[in-house]
T-cell receptor
Framework: DAKTTQPPSMDCAEGRAANLPCNHSTISGNEYVYWYRQIHSQGPQYIIHGLKNNETNEMASLIITEDRKSSTLILPHATLRDTAVYYC???????????FGTGTRLTIIP | DAGITQSPRHKVTETGTPVTLRCHQTENHRYMYWYRQDPGHGLRLIHYSYGVKDTDKGEVSDGYSVSRSKTEDFLLTLESATSSQTSVYFCAIQRTGDVSSTPNEQFFGPGTRLTVL
């Protein structure tokens, strides 16, 4: 599975959109981009995934660049409860193992 | 929470003692996982199981063994605990075979905080 690079930390004002970048320049054609988040002391929680098209669900939007070498997770109206560590993971669809990096620690500022 | 429980939730033990952590699920999912999480690290996979009596190693399996004698339970054993195994341990299941499920979407238990003195 391709490696990912994320900034170690970010701040965002409450109510604003939080944009979390992820670089995955070695991604191959059959690899998906997944995002999970981990709120303090809890287990990680799935957010969203995509292959090459932009995706949106009730939690977030995922924007993948045309060359698929990077992506951005967007939380449209961040709340204090969105403070967490966000993990970007790239893996093959049939791979049943997730590999977590160190993620981005997002802090929402009141 | 996908019906996942872990026991115990907290444990303090001494170096050299055996420790068994239990993960229990109520939804009969095939895939189950054990991860550990340490400060400055993301979650690291210890072992996983793809069915009863079918298990495989993850990236940090040394010092750990697992057993899955029935679908609902996945046990993680530290045969002789060491201080380096002080960590938070998370169990997870993966929903597959359900058309409404997201492939590779794992659901995590509440975690077990283990301290080895």
């Amino acid at each position: 599975d391709a490696k990912t690079t994320q900034p170690p930390s970010m701040d965002c004002a409450e109510g604003r959109a939080a944009n979390l970048p992820c670089n995955h320049s070695t991604i191959s054609g059959n690899e998906y981009v997944y995002w999970y988040r981990q709120i303090h002391s809890q287990g990680p929680q799935y957010i969203i995934h995509g292959l090459k098209n932009n995706e949106t669900n009730e939690m977030a939007s995922l924007i993948i660049t045309e060359d698929r070498k990077s992506s951005t997770l967007i939380l449209p109206h961040a709340t204090l409860r969105d403070t967490a560590v966000y993990y970007c993971i790239v893996l093959n669809f049939g791979n049943e193992k997730l590999t977590f990096g160190t993620g981005t620690r997002l802090t929402i500022i009141p | 929470d996908a019906g996942i429980t872990q026991s115990p939730r907290h444990k303090v033990t001494e170096t050299g003692t055996p420790v068994t952590l239990r993960c229990h699920q109520t939804e009969n999912h095939r895939y189950m996982y054990w991860y550990r999480q340490d400060p400055g690290h993301g979650l690291r996979l210890i072992h996983y199981s793809y069915g009863v009596k079918d298990t495989d190693k993850g990236e940090v399996s040394d010092g750990y063994s697992v057993s899955r004698s029935k679908t609902e339970d996945f046990l993680l054993t530290l045969e002789s605990a060491t201080s380096s195994q002080t960590s938070v341990y998370f169990c997870a299941i993966q929903r597959t075979g359900d058309v409404s499920s997201t492939p590779n979407e794992q659901f995590f238990g509440p975690g077990t905080r283990l301290t080895v003195l």
